[in-house]
């Protein structure tokens, strides 16, 4: 089965500097790995996606991830971070099930606090 | 127009009452999905409708019946909840409904909207 593992709960880290969140996948197959971004109090939003091609993707408000199969990781990268960045970021594997259609596999999450 | 819409905003109701959540989106996208979210947890998928039928239930309670009108419309109804089903309700659409020889896509973006957040006294 399909599954997903963000290793830090929580990141804080203070504005300017680089931060990376990191997540695992267990899968047998080829995945579909994706990255949202929660807003306190809002819905979730795609940051960024890897679907095959190119090991490091890049998202929307200067993150980026890199895919490393070897390593089963899709960690999430940004060189300098701001106070808006402040949010709960989910990693997830997308799992089909014949005939019936598919799921997104959330992490945990990761809480990023910035700090000034 | 990539905006998943739902209301209400907030939803407060009673153990014995009846209440309707809706969600709306007008990208033209045939799945449509309920995602349940508990405080600092990840969102857990409760349905998926394809092309307007429903695909997938998560073994939810039937306390919850969801209901696809059309193909921008996605309702989820509550009777006699449980304090425990107090949460962040998300609605999701995206472009891959089942295909013709039942295979899903699951390279698709789901797009969210802002959720319903219920409290059952």
């Known amino acids: 089965a399909q599954s997903v593992t963000q290793l830090d709960s929580q990141v804080p880290v203070f504005e300017e500097a680089p931060v990376e969140l990191r997540c695992n996948y267990s899968?047998?197959?080829?995945?579909?790995l994706f990255w949202y971004v929660q807003y306190p109090n809002q819905g979730l939003q795609l940051l960024l996606k890897?679907?095959?091609?190119?090991?490091l993707v890049k998202g929307i408000n200067g993150f980026e991830a890199e895919f490393n199969k070897s390593q089963t990781s899709f960690h999430l990268r940004k060189p300098s971070v701001h106070i808006s960045d402040t949010a709960e970021y989910f990693c997830?594997?997308?799992?089909?099930?014949?005939?019936?259609?598919?799921?997104?596999?959330f992490g945990q999450g990761t809480e990023l606090s910035v700090k000034p | 127009d990539t905006e998943v819409t739902q209301t209400p905003k907030h939803l407060v109701m009673g153990m014995t009452n009846k209440k309707s959540l809706k969600c709306e989106q007008h990208?033209?996208?045939?799945?449509m999905y309920w995602y349940k979210q508990k405080a600092k947890k990840p969102p857990e998928l409760m349905f998926v409708?394809?092309?307007?039928?429903?695909?997938i239930n998560e073994s939810v309670p039937s306390r919850f019946s969801p209901e696809c009108p059309n193909s921008s419309l996605l309702n989820l109804h509550l009777h006699a909840l449980q304090p425990e089903d107090s949460a962040l309700y998300l609605c999701?659409?995206?472009?891959?409904?089942?295909?013709?020889?039942?295979?899903?896509?699951?390279?698709?973006?789901?797009?969210f909207g802002p959720g319903t957040r219920l409290t059952v006294l």
């Open positions: 999701a659409s995206s472009q891959s409904p089942v295909g013709v020889a039942g295979v899903w896509d699951g390279s698709a973006e789901q797009f």
């Open positions: 899968s047998s197959v080829s995945v579909y």
């Open positions: 890897y679907l095959s091609g190119s090991t």
């Open positions: 997830a594997v997308s799992v089909g099930i014949y005939n019936q259609g598919g799921k997104l596999i």
């Open positions: 990208m033209g996208h045939r799945a």
């Open positions: 409708y394809s092309y307007e039928k429903l695909s």
